[in-house]
């Protein structure tokens, strides 16, 4: 079973990014508006994730979800989203673009990045893999192993240690 799409709304933003560093299709809405959210949601099947009180207020659809985050800190939000919605065995670091949310893809040939990554970059990695839409270029490097212990910051040691990293 595929994981959860998601739709996070501007009072989370960080949020967004965490969910796509760890492999998962969070969309980030700029608008606060809840109606607008709910289409969105409606028109491409996200869950809606939110610190917004007027949901409580208006009516939502019964086919749209909303799940409060309780914490207005990112990591507890990562945390409460993760165990939520039982992405655990769903994680898969750096699989998809931080800045625009496509899934990154392999760069079957080394020389295509040589002239669009720092030199020193190309000729100590093996493996690139480039966004479809902004064309950026994601390696396995020491920012990968920054980025581990930051999931493990943000995840606790015992959660991390589930992850399986590629
Ligand atoms: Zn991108």
Request: one cysteine or more; aromatic letters at 6%; glycine letters at 0%.
């Given at each position: 079973m595929k994981p959860v799409k998601f739709l996070v709304d501007s009072m989370a933003g960080k949020l967004a990014r965490w969910l796509r560093m760890l492999g998962f299709d969070a969309e980030y809405e700029r608008s606060g508006n809840p109606e607008f959210l709910i289409r969105r949601a409606l028109l491409e099947n996200r869950v809606i994730l939110t610190r917004n009180l007027k949901f409580s207020k208006i009516r939502v659809p019964r086919n749209v979800k909303v799940f409060f985050l309780?914490?207005?800190k990112t990591n507890l939000q990562v945390r409460e989203v993760v165990e939520k919605f039982g992405l655990l065995r769903h994680i898969r670091p750096?699989?998809?673009?931080?800045?625009?949310n496509a899934e990154l893809e392999r760069?079957?040939?080394?020389?295509?990045?040589k002239l669009k990554v720092p030199y020193f970059i190309y000729i100590t990695h093996d493996e690139f893999s480039i966004c479809p839409k902004c064309h950026r270029i994601y390696w396995k490097g020491t920012h990968t192993e920054a980025m581990i212990n930051r999931i493990k910051l943000v995840l606790g040691e015992e959660l991390a240690k589930k992850i399986k990293y590629f």
């Open positions: 309780s914490s207005e750096f699989t998809r673009c931080i800045e625009c760069v079957k040939n080394k020389e295509d990045v």
